[in-house]
């Protein structure tokens, strides 16, 4: 299979072009390669190439940005991804295009399935949706993957802001009011083969399995950092409430926690719990001497 990656340089796109490259001819395309504010560059930049699946990874992701650069972001998240269904289609390509748990309002109290009805609160939630909706809109045989909580080894995340935060501090905060379910990028890379292999298409939630706040993933990580042998200043996460982030412009989703049933019914695979992510991704790629206090 021939596979082009867009938005290479991501938390996500490092990780497939890294893994994929070992068993599929895959090119990954940088930002520097492929901008999706310009379309013509895209369009330009992907007729050279022939590949038989194209994953878009990349978007605009900074929330409350995209709330002062409404066009921006529609350009970005909505208008770029129907252009790469279209070519996709030309191609007779498919399209994996990565979305987000935020086109929920988080009003439910039960985890979200691919068929609830979205409601997004801020600009970057509505421009995601209708990426979404303009993807599916070329092709439903495409795939629009929702992701939440994306960490691991290729960008910094929430998780390697925690343990600097306790190796520099006494004290560590993090909001104890707002739920969803991290995805580990190791793991997404292996889902999506299974996705895949499966013809997965329409709309596929995919995360690490179990609720949690920011608050009690910071507290697994820094729990997991010191049972390690990592040391840290600091040993508790202090809460926060959603109220107490003055800074943020954007509206934020209190309960995004997505529902993986559809994922585990077509690949019989059930995504394995966000606290032994957790564990294998500090055990693998956190340096003992990097946050050794100084």
């Given at each position: 299979?021939?596979?082009?990656?867009?938005?290479?340089?991501?938390?996500?796109?490092?990780?497939?072009?890294?893994e994929?490259?070992?068993?599929?001819?895959?090119?990954?395309?940088?930002?520097?390669?492929?901008?999706?504010?310009?379309?013509?560059?895209?369009?330009?930049?992907?007729?050279?190439?022939?590949?038989?699946?194209?994953?878009?990874?990349?978007?605009?992701?900074?929330v409350?940005?995209?709330?002062?650069?409404?066009?921006?972001?529609?350009?970005?998240?909505a208008?770029?991804?129907?252009?790469?269904?279209?070519?996709?289609?030309?191609?007779?390509?498919?399209?994996?295009?990565?979305?987000?748990?935020?086109?929920?309002?988080?009003?439910?109290?039960?985890?979200?399935?691919e068929?609830?009805?979205?409601?997004?609160?801020?600009?970057?939630?509505?421009?995601?949706?209708?990426?979404?909706?303009?993807?599916?809109?070329?092709?439903?045989?495409?795939?629009?993957?929702?992701?939440?909580?994306?960490?691991?080894?290729?960008?910094?995340?929430?998780?390697?802001?925690?343990?600097?935060?306790?190796?520099?501090?006494?004290?560590?905060?993090?909001?104890?009011?707002?739920?969803?379910?991290p995805?580990?990028?190791?793991?997404v890379?292996?889902?999506?083969?299974?996705?895949?292999?499966?013809?997965?298409?329409?709309?596929?939630?995919?995360?690490?399995?179990?609720?949690?706040?920011?608050?009690?993933?910071?507290?697994?990580?820094?729990?997991v950092c010191?049972?390690?042998?990592?040391?840290?200043?600091?040993?508790?996460?202090e809460?926060?409430?959603?109220?107490?982030?003055?800074?943020?412009?954007?509206?934020?989703?209190?309960?995004?926690?997505?529902?993986?049933?559809?994922?585990?019914?077509?690949?019989?695979?059930?995504?394995?719990?966000?606290?032994?992510a957790?564990?294998?991704?500090?055990?693998?790629?956190?340096?003992?001497?990097?946050?050794?206090?100084?």
């Amino acid at each position: 299979m021939k596979i082009a990656i867009v938005g290479a340089n991501g938390r996500l796109g490092a990780v497939l072009a890294r893994e994929y490259k070992r068993e599929f001819q895959a090119r990954a395309f940088a930002h520097d390669e492929l901008d999706l504010c310009k379309l013509d560059q895209v369009r330009s930049g992907l007729s050279e190439h022939d590949f038989d699946l194209l994953i878009n990874c990349a978007a605009l992701t900074n929330v409350d940005y995209c709330e002062s650069h409404r066009e921006e972001a529609f350009l970005i998240n909505a208008q770029a991804p129907r252009l790469l269904a279209e070519i996709c289609a030309e191609k007779s390509a498919k399209l994996i295009h990565i979305s987000t748990d935020y086109v929920f309002d988080g009003k439910q109290n039960a985890p979200y399935m691919e068929e609830d009805l979205p409601a997004p609160l801020s600009v970057y939630a509505e421009s995601k949706l209708a990426g979404e909706e303009e993807v599916l809109a070329v092709s439903p045989k495409n795939l629009v993957v929702r992701l939440s909580w994306v960490f691991g080894p290729d960008k910094p995340s929430f998780i390697d802001q925690v343990i600097q935060r306790a190796r520099e501090n006494a004290t560590v905060t993090a909001v104890a009011d707002k739920f969803s379910s991290p995805s580990y990028t190791i793991d997404v890379a292996n889902w999506l083969r299974l996705a895949l292999n499966n013809e997965a298409r329409g709309i596929l939630h995919l995360c690490n399995s179990g609720a949690c706040s920011w608050q009690e993933w910071a507290q697994c990580a820094i729990d997991v950092c010191r049972a390690a042998g990592i040391r840290l200043k600091a040993g508790q996460v202090e809460a926060l409430s959603l109220s107490d982030m003055k800074n943020f412009v954007a509206r934020r989703p209190i309960y995004t926690v997505l529902s993986t049933a559809k994922f585990a019914a077509l690949t019989g695979v059930q995504p394995r719990h966000w606290r032994e992510a957790i564990a294998e991704y500090i055990s693998a790629h956190v340096s003992k001497n990097e946050y050794d206090p100084l």
